[in-house]
């Protein structure tokens, strides 16, 4: 079993800067593909990035791309969302995902992920 906990969030003016923590306890994080998905108020969750086993290979949505960075640190068992240029649209519950794969594979769909943290909010005022 693999259990997740996300901290970090809070509230920021657009524009802002956030940085969250996903701490990986149970197995270790080296194996594990992780993501960061989120979910607004009335939408579906939505894919926001994610990064493969060893570090070497990340993904992200367009929405994302060019302000938010994932990075992971297998030595802590830590995986982390620096986000930066915040907007408005940005406001979600965050979530950290996680699943095994040796291979390095990433994953952008929700579905291939079976562990999740509890989310933590983010919420950027205009």
């Known amino acids: 079993q693999v259990q997740l906990v996300e901290s970090g969030g809070g509230l920021v003016q657009a524009g802002g800067s956030l940085r969250l923590s996903c701490s990986v306890s149970?197995?270790?994080?080296?194996?594990?593909?992780m993501g960061w998905f989120r979910q607004a108020p009335g939408k579906e969750r939505e894919f926001v990035t994610a990064?493969?086993?060893?570090?070497?290979?990340?993904s992200y949505a367009d929405s994302v791309k060019g302000r938010f960075t994932i990075s992971r640190d297998n030595a802590k068992n830590m995986v982390y969302l620096q986000m930066n240029s915040l907007k408005p649209e940005d406001t979600a519950v965050y979530y950290c995902?996680?699943?095994?794969?040796?291979?390095?594979?990433?994953?952008?769909?929700?579905?291939?992920?079976?562990?999740w943290g509890q989310g933590t909010q983010v919420t950027v005022s205009s």
């Open positions: 995902a996680a699943d095994y794969s040796p291979t390095g594979t990433i994953w952008s769909d929700y579905g291939r992920y079976g562990y």
């Open positions: 990064i493969n086993r060893r570090g070497g290979r990340t």
């Open positions: 149970g197995r270790t994080s080296s194996s594990y593909t």
